[in-house]
């Protein structure tokens, strides 16, 4: 199965340029707990970072630091774990795995952002072919079972 059908289309991101302020009252607006940060050089969302609402509480709120006068770019994570529509969902699950991260920005054939993928989404995609792949097993045992009497 494929990243392509099973991400999500909707991406929340911001520049990197955004204050962290900014960055928080987008996560507010949208129920988000991470944004994506990009970049668009050439029109694509390019992913450069992320930044999650616990690097706003501990590295900025808790610290003291005025909210206004940091930049995303300040707090971001960079070097940005990545997949592609085109990957398979267990290339991204060992990307995940050792990365140790949950979620993974998906990129278009352009390098832009498309995407994102989650564990849950991951997890969710292979509990329905298990449900599938038991009702299959489940249908041959009756069959079995009906051609024998």
Known sequence: MRIAEICTRHVVAVEADAS???AAGVMRKQHVGSLVVTQQPD???IPIGFVTDRDIVLGVVAAGIDADALAVADIMS??????????????????MRSRG???????????????????????????????ELTAALTGEQVHEMASRT
């Open 20 to 22: 962290v302020r900014e």
């Open 78 to 95: 960079g070097d940005v774990a990545t997949c592609t529509e085109s990957e398979d969902i267990f290339d991204a699950i060992q990307t």
């Open 101 to 131: 991260i949950r979620r993974l920005p998906v990129l278009n054939g352009n390098g832009g952002l498309a995407g994102m993928v989650s564990a849950d989404d991951i997890y969710s995609a292979l509990s329905t072919h298990m449900h």
């Open 43 to 45: 029109g694509e969302r």
